[in-house]
């Protein structure tokens, strides 16, 4: 029997070529639900009172170099960007990791840009940075800040060094620290992914990212019609990894956990007032 004969066959009996389609999540936590619920909660209740609400992640690493981007962009036919077959990373451009903050009450977002590793301490200086540039300005008075951010990852919830450097955060601004994380095999439900991440996506389709400054500004110029604003920074600092947090240090993080799975709900507030 003929390819084509088979092919016909299968079109009768209703079948069609698919790509597998990312839906299973993995084992579903018995808090899962509960969880969304205390989120949701206690994200209206800062949102009355005018206290930010930011959603935290990582992009993935981008390769800086002229590599394929996916995606499609209009050019002259028949004259496609030219880029490398390969992506093997470019030692002396290296990568890139873009970590963003998204301000879930004003549509508004910032990224930082970062060129060394994604650890925990690049993670909190990113939202030191939001903080400085644009959350100061319209939050100033707000006694505390609510996190939302997925269970793993530089700013999981069993990271020990995220905790560490939100304390130094939370001396810093003298405000509380508010952190909500999401269930285990949640992170797409994580607002950042699908209010801001995937409109940067879509705005570097298909264009090589040759260089450090061309990443900041692709992310800078993401825009949508429901007036998502973003702004974007270039962080050259050096973070190390592998720093170990003894049990003593993380002892001495002024951390109050929450009645409901105090492990994924927790407050941080400053040790001393100014």
């Avoid at 579903?28 to 009355?48: G, L, M, P």
């Avoid at 008075?141 to 560490?164: H, Q, Y």
């Avoid at 995937?198 to 090589?208: F, V």
């Avoid at 800078?220 to 270039?234: D, M, Q, W």
Wanted: net charge positive; with cysteine.
């Amino acid at each position: 029997m003929s390819p084509s004969t088979v092919g016909n066959l299968l079109k009768d009996l209703g079948y069609s070529l698919q790509a597998p389609s990312k839906t299973e999540e993995g084992g579903e936590h018995k808090d899962r639900d509960a969880q969304f619920h205390h989120i949701n909660e206690k994200v209206s209740n800062f949102q009355k009172r005018n206290a930010p609400v930011i959603s935290v992640d990582a992009k993935k690493k981008e390769n800086i170099g002229n590599y394929a981007n996916k995606g499609r962009e209009y050019r002259p036919k028949g004259n496609p960007e030219r880029v490398k077959v390969y992506d093997f990373p470019d030692k002396k451009k290296g990568k890139v990791t873009p970590y963003g903050i998204y301000d879930e009450h004003r549509n508004e977002g910032f990224v930082n840009v970062g060129i060394s590793s994604d650890t925990s301490e690049f993670a909190v200086n990113s939202i030191r940075k939001w903080w400085y540039r644009k959350g100061e300005v319209v939050y100033k008075d707000s006694p505390a800040i609510m996190i939302t951010a997925d269970g793993g990852g530089s700013n999981g919830s069993r990271v020990r060094l995220w905790k560490i450097e939100l304390q130094k955060l939370a001396d810093e601004l003298q405000k509380e620290i508010h952190v909500c994380h999401f269930p285990p095999g949640t992170s797409k439900w994580n607002k950042i992914e699908h209010k801001m991440f995937c409109y940067i996506s879509g705005n570097w389709r298909g264009k090589p990212l040759t260089n450090r400054q061309i990443v900041v500004n692709l992310i800078g110029n993401t825009t949508t019609k429901a007036g998502l604003r973003i702004e974007a920074e270039l962080d050259e600092n050096t973070y190390e990894k592998g720093i170990k947090i003894s049990d003593q240090q993380l002892a001495e993080v002024n951390l109050y956990k929450d009645d409901f799975r105090g492990n994924w709900n927790y407050i941080i507030k400053p040790i001393s007032k100014i």
